[in-house]
């Protein structure tokens, strides 16, 4: 098969390994940095140039789109989807993923079970707003935070409040969530691929730590998860539309709750920890669902120079 790996940094574990996964298996698979992609909408011919060439001839593309660039990102990932490729995470998909509010809302639809959550743009009454979260300590999240950054506990109802009020100061979406605390630190991400969870880990905060992401300091470890925790991940993957992500739960007393769903889940952490080889069994699935030929190409031609007209 003919793969394009949509990335920015061919460098990256999780890039390195997916390139060694699909070339151990025989498939021909490029990097192309979406950001130096061009999109041609042309009635009929949509096409994609990059590097002055037209990209042509792939049967599946697998989007590893950072946070701050989905916008284009994905708009170059639904281009290949104009174009019949196969999509490893549609770009809607991924679209919806991005955005904690959405997704939040997607996955309460489907009675994934979450932690409780208000979500707020006006944060004048910072009082009734903590109310309707149960009240301190609360977690206060920035709408479009990652790795642990804008993530911030508020311990107290003055704490709280100061936290709010300081992020309504900047003009922001927030979101305030009940304190899960006999999460104690942890958390579980489990890596899906298709109607499976290949792999789960325990991750920990760094120490006076309540956060868990590895970027923050925190350390993995390998998990075995009950099957209430399988449910879940499945579940809410499911809601989200997502073929490949990392759902990250936690351990509440009224049993797992879904805090985001990742559809670019990192594979350094969880393969280390585990000893799987999650980036194979991701390749495996493109096998599985991508349909060689579809894009009705000239075989063999990977990029093919455009004739001038
Ligand atoms: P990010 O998208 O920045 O990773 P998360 O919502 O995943 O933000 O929060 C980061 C970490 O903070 C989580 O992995 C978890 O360890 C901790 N955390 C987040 N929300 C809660 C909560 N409601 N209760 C307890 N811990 C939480
Ligand atoms: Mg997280």
Do not use: W
């Not at 498939?27 to 990209?55: F, K, M, Q, S, W």
């Not at 997607?106 to 006006?122: M, N």
């Not at 991750?203 to 998990?223: C, T």
């Not at 936690?250 to 585990?274: D, F, H, I, Q």
């Amino acid at each position: 098969m003919k793969i394009a790996l949509l990335c920015r940094n061919a460098g990256l574990y999780s890039h390195k390994r997916i390139i060694e996964a699909a070339e151990k298996r025989g498939h021909d698979i490029d990097v192309i940095d979406h950001l130096r992609c061009y999109i041609d909408i042309a009635p009929h011919n949509p096409e994609i140039h990059y590097n002055g060439a037209t990209l042509t001839g792939y049967d599946a593309v697998i989007p590893r789109i950072g946070a701050s660039v989905t916008f284009f990102g994905t708009a170059v990932l639904r281009q290949f989807e104009v174009m019949g490729v196969y999509p490893l995470n549609e770009s809607v998909a991924i679209a919806r993923s991005r955005d904690k509010l959405r997704s939040m809302q997607l996955l309460s639809r489907q009675d994934v079970g979450l932690p409780v959550t208000v979500f707020a743009h006006r944060t004048s009454n910072a009082e009734e707003l903590l109310e309707i979260a149960g009240g301190a300590p609360v977690v206060i999240k920035l709408l479009e935070g990652t790795q642990g950054i804008g993530v911030v506990l508020g311990e107290t109802p003055k704490a709280a409040e100061s936290i709010i009020q300081a992020f309504g100061g900047v003009n922001t979406n927030i979101l305030v969530q009940q304190f899960v605390k006999e999460a104690n630190g942890e958390d579980i991400r489990c890596l899906v691929v298709g109607d499976k969870v290949v792999a789960a880990m325990m991750r920990k905060g760094k120490e006076g730590d309540f956060r868990s992401n590895l970027h923050r300091g925190g350390s993995a470890e390998s998990i075995k998860i009950t099957p209430k925790e399988r449910a879940t991940a499945l579940q809410a993957a499911k809601a989200m539309g997502l073929n490949v992500c990392g759902v990250d739960m936690l351990r509440s007393n009224a049993g797992p709750v879904v805090m985001e769903v990742n559809s670019s889940p990192g594979l350094e952490g969880v393969e280390k920890a585990t000893g799987i080889d999650v980036a194979g069994k991701i390749i495996e699935f493109v096998e599985k669902n991508a349909k060689p030929g579809k894009t009705g190409t000239k075989s063999g031609i990977t990029r093919k120079r455009k004739s001038a007209s």
